[in-house]
């Protein structure tokens, strides 16, 4: 009997560790997405799937795959699902934020959101901390409730240091190489660069405010064929084998093929 094999590459620091497979809205689209947690050490992994559509194989030890597709799990800051969840929960129309019981969170189970994988996301106690400080108001009522309100200021705020030039990613160097000996054009056109890479992170109301901190963009047609170009292949995967509150069953036979991926 032959067995359907599926090639997944993983980060080094989580080949050899059990993941656990959650059902979170992606902070971009609100489509419920599948994601992976290593739990212990906090790292929360986004899976997308890179189809080949039939022009690659793969060749391994006593087996051959037709399928030359392969699902990368690569880190994604948590706080990006934060914001995503925190925004849902806080806004209150327009520009206005409303105080929410962090923990409340947790009971919030629809079709859309899974409060077992909120639960997961919200016991990872770092994480957690880090966004509420980074994104939020926070309020202690008494030692066991917490209430937290978006505060726009904050979150801008962080979002342009995701936006510093210095951290586009060396592959994304040649879509602003110097054309030009102005030194201050190169920075701005890697700072845009920067801002539609985080934008693909961000609901429709996030990526509005941050291009306003930067005057808007005017000009962005290169970059956004640029940015379709590189993810026309991908598609993120959906859930449709979630198992509530279940490490995912498959998970160890996923890792049959193992690569560095940079954060």
């Not at 189809?51 to 699902?71: H, I, K």
């Not at 189970?109 to 909120?118: G, I, R």
């Not at 660069?193 to 934008?199: P, R």
């Amino acid at each position: 009997m032959s067995v359907e094999r599926k090639i997944v590459v993983v980060p080094t620091q989580q080949s050899g560790r059990v993941l656990q497979q959650l059902r979170l809205l992606h902070p971009h689209s609100g489509v419920p997405t599948s994601y992976y947690a290593d739990v212990e050490n906090e790292v929360l992994l986004e899976a997308a799937t890179v189809d080949m559509d039939g022009r690659r194989s793969w060749l391994g030890d006593g087996w051959v795959s037709a399928d030359g597709s392969a699902s990368l799990m690569t880190p994604i800051d948590p706080l990006f699902v934060y914001l995503g969840l925190f925004t849902t929960m806080s806004m209150d129309g327009g520009d206005e934020w409303k105080y929410v019981d962090v923990d409340s969170l947790r009971l919030e189970t629809n079709d859309m959101m899974d409060a077992v994988s909120v639960g997961v996301l919200l016991d990872m106690s770092r994480a957690r901390s880090r966004a509420l400080k980074a994104l939020c108001d926070v309020r202690d009522i008494s030692s066991d409730m917490q209430v937290a309100k978006i505060n726009p200021a904050k979150v801008l705020s962080w979002l342009r240091r995701k936006c510093d030039p210095s951290r586009l990613p060396k592959v994304l160097e040649s879509s602003v190489a110097d054309t030009t000996v102005d030194s201050e054009l190169v920075r701005l056109a890697k700072q845009r660069e920067m801002a539609l890479l985080v934008s693909e992170y961000l609901s429709l109301y996030w990526t509005t405010k941050l291009f306003a901190e930067f005057g808007g963009f005017a000009q962005v047609s290169e970059s956004e064929q640029i940015l379709v170009k590189r993810v026309q292949a991908v598609v993120f995967d959906a859930p449709e084998s979630y198992v509530q509150g279940v490490a995912n069953p498959s998970s160890g036979s996923k890792l049959a093929a193992k690569q560095e991926v940079r954060s």
